[in-house]
């Protein structure tokens, strides 16, 4: 399997690599413990491994824990259709992997894309996710206007990443033109360490966003060159279509879901943000809001010095909050 070199750059002891089956194709995830099932979706770009310090706490903990490659990353299945990467089919895989590990019920945790996944999941099949847990990015519950009308508006005299990526083959031109030094580029802008790029998230009219990522600047501290070389490898060998498909679905999703306007969430939850994290500061009303939102929500978390990356950059601090919750639930 094509993945055998990132589990082997991670090096989680007595993990379970499999593929299970879904409606409409295949989802690569790794495992360890046994107990509850607790399934941990990543965001973009990045893959199961950007769990591997919580796989081991869980499992520890008495949790059985499954990572897994959302469709279009990693070892999952990449279709070519745009509309296959709508939210309706990121739920309908999600349910499978619960059923296909042979549980009923699932507590969900989410980071980045991740997160709106964990909430639509919870939202549209409550008798299966039973809590969730939100990192980086806060539940916005779905509201009369279109997304892509709202996001042509937040960039200002320039032009939004999620306006950006919109366009097939627009924003994996500059990508795969060098997908490591993008790559490099945008694990370290939004990491907490300088050199952050805060300003990286609008692009001048005519340029790209590699115009301001620091591409050639070392390292985050939370990942090695080893796994670096991994990831940028799968990366190379998948392309970056079916991670941007996610963003071409706004809309499709915001009609799909219209029977869950201004819906709340009544499972427990958690959130969990770094306090340097972009996302933070242009989603802070909905940060405000999560109370309000999230009727089960036992805590929201910002963690000091932390960027976008929480659960690598603060792992011991993560997994600490989230083994808490899930033994507390109810707060």
């Known amino acids: 399997m094509e993945t055998f070199a990132l589990m ?15 409606p409409d194709g295949r989802i690569h995830a790794v495992e360890l413990g046994e107990g509850p099932l607790v399934v941990l979706i990543h965001g973009f770009p990045e893959g199961w491994w950007s769990w591997r310090y919580q796989l081991p706490a869980l499992a520890a903990a008495g949790f059985r824990a499954v990572a897994i490659d959302v469709r279009g990353y990693g070892g999952s299945s990449h279709p070519a259709d745009v509309e296959a990467y709508r939210m309706l089919a990121h739920v309908a895989d999600t349910v499978a992997v619960v059923r ?11 980071h980045d894309w991740g997160s709106p996944i964990a909430t639509a999941c919870a939202l549209m099949r409550p008798d299966v996710f039973t809590a969730v847990g939100l990192l980086g990015v806060p539940y916005t519950p779905r509201g009369g206007v279109r997304p892509t009308e709202a996001f042509a508006l937040a960039g200002g005299d320039e032009e939004f990443y999620v306006s950006y990526f919109q366009q097939p083959g627009r924003a994996e031109a500059e990508i795969q033109a060098d997908i490591r030094s993008w790559l490099r580029g945008f694990y370290v802008a939004l990491d907490g360490e300088p050199p952050a790029a805060p300003g990286w998230f609008t692009v001048p009219g005519g340029g ?9 600047a070392p390292l985050p501290r939370w990942i090695s060159e080893a796994e670096f070389d991994a990831r940028a490898a799968e990366f190379e060998r998948n392309g970056f279509t079916g991670p941007l498909n996610r ?10 879901l219209a029977a869950f306007d201004g819906a709340t969430i009544r499972q427990p939850a958690i959130y969990i943000a770094g306090e340097l994290d972009t996302s933070t500061v242009w989603l802070s009303d909905a940060i405000a809001q999560q109370a309000t939102w999230l009727p089960g929500l036992t805590g929201t978390h910002l963690l000091q010095g ?3 990356w929480v659960q690598q950059e603060r792992p011991d601090q993560v997994n600490n909050l989230i083994l808490h919750w899930l033994h507390h639930p109810t707060g």
């Open 8 to 22: 082997n750059t991670v090096r989680l002891d007595g993990a379970r690599e499999q593929l299970l089956e879904v």
């Open 306 to 308: 932390s960027g976008h």
């Open 208 to 216: 790209a966003i590699r115009d301001r990522l620091p591409t050639d």
């Open 100 to 110: 296909a590990v042979g549980s009923d019920t699932a507590v969900l945790i989410g």
């Open 247 to 256: 963003y071409r679905n706004l809309d499709r999703d915001w009609e799909d």
